[in-house]
């Protein structure tokens, strides 16, 4: 939210005093054009590496188990970190520390954790990021040697709902209680 930054946040709330209202309009519409960017560039990704892959006899139709998933999963990666971001920016108020926040906290923790702990995969798991991974990765049956304390794929769907929901309800909290 640049608007903190810029002072345009007080023209929002002259204009939209009812606060507990602007932030989840905002969160609509931020949701909506990130999907709408989230679909396109995860299909013209899918269509340009299927290209690339099936001049290699590698390619994988779209048909194929866990292309679906992946596709959506890639598609909601966009507006669950840009609502996250959002949130994050209306409880931090300044932009500059707002994108490092957002950076670290979805780019940059995850590594941080393993999953060779259960502790540790624990706090990974719960990573948007890391659902990510999970919902995109189509592992079949391999040996359990490599699959030490994997996430679940409804637990990464939770993740993806979860980290956006809370978000924003922070944020309303915080646009409702603070002072502009």
Known sequence: ?????????????????????????????????????????SQAAFLVSQAVLDGRHAGVPLTHPGVARALVASALLAPACALVGMGLGALIRHTAGSVAATLFTLVML????????????????????????RLVQNWG???????????????????YAVWPLVAVALAVVVVRRRDV
Do not use: C
């Open 1 to 41: 939210m640049s608007e903190y930054g810029s002072g345009l946040i007080r023209t929002t709330m002259v204009a939209v005093p009812a606060r507990q209202v602007v932030v989840p309009a905002k969160a609509v519409v931020l949701a909506a054009v990130w999907t709408a960017v989230g679909t396109v560039i």
């Open 141 to 159: 049956d391999l040996p359990d040697i490599n699959r030490v304390h994997d996430a679940t794929v409804p637990g990464s769907w939770a993740v």
């Open 110 to 133: 995850p590594p941080l954790f393993s999953t060779s702990r259960q502790w540790s995969a624990a706090v990974k798991h719960v990573m948007v990021v890391s659902a990510w991974k």
